[in-house]
């Protein structure tokens, strides 16, 4: 009796049980890792120099804890679920509500972190070059907020676009990937909140 051979799959029949990786999932993704990386650098660095300045002032002496730009910045987390799951069922009207939310929530942890340095610089004289803690506390809030910034620009360009009445349902894919970025974004804050405003304190 004859021994039976294997005979390998084609090349065809194993191309039609592959599926290429979505790129822009896979970009996004890198994005993201990439981003981790970079604010891990600056949270070290940040948590190496606690206590370091030879000079003040001194965080404990100079930082209020910033409860409401917090509240509002995690807040945009939720009101953006809400207007991608409104996009998700063609409900228009309200993902406008929802992505205006978010837009106007991300505005106001803006709003509320340019006041903070305007006080520090012009009342407490702390500037990037005053010491260690003014270095480090510029470089890391400020790496947040030019990424704070970036979301906030694609969140208003998608806005704009909608309601010039481009058909944004066809670019759930995308929202979604914007979606993943401003939940990165906010949950690094919680990270920079928990080292600058508590353990740095």
């Not at 790129?23 to 990386?37: C, N, P, Q, S």
């Not at 070290?44 to 730009?69: E, F, M, N, Q, R």
């Not at 890391?140 to 010039?164: E, N, R, W």
């Amino acid at each position: 009796m004859a021994a039976s051979i294997a005979v390998p799959p084609s090349a065809a029949a194993l191309e039609s049980h592959w599926k290429m990786p979505d790129r822009g999932m896979i970009g996004i993704i890198f994005l993201i890792v990439t981003e981790t990386v970079l604010f891990s650098m600056f949270v070290i660095a940040y948590l190496i120099y606690i206590g370091k300045s030879l000079t003040g002032p001194y965080p404990k002496d100079v930082l209020d804890i910033p409860v409401v730009a917090t509240i509002c910045l995690l807040s945009s987390s939720l009101t953006i679920v809400f207007a991608e799951h409104a996009l998700k069922h063609n409900h228009l009207g309200r993902f406008k509500l929802w992505w205006t939310a978010t837009i106007l929530l991300g505005l106001e942890f803006l709003t509320a972190t340019g006041l903070e340095w305007r006080e520090l610089i012009y009342k407490d004289h702390l500037t990037i070059s005053t010491n260690l803690f003014g270095t480090t506390f510029y470089s890391l809030v400020g790496l947040h907020a030019s990424h704070v910034i970036v979301g906030l620009t694609f969140l208003l360009l998608v806005m704009i676009v909608t309601l010039l009445g481009f058909p944004i349902q066809t670019q759930l894919r995308r929202v979604l990937f914007l979606s993943w970025y401003w939940h990165f974004v906010d949950a690094v804050w919680v990270i920079v909140f928990t080292v600058v405003y508590v353990i740095g304190r």
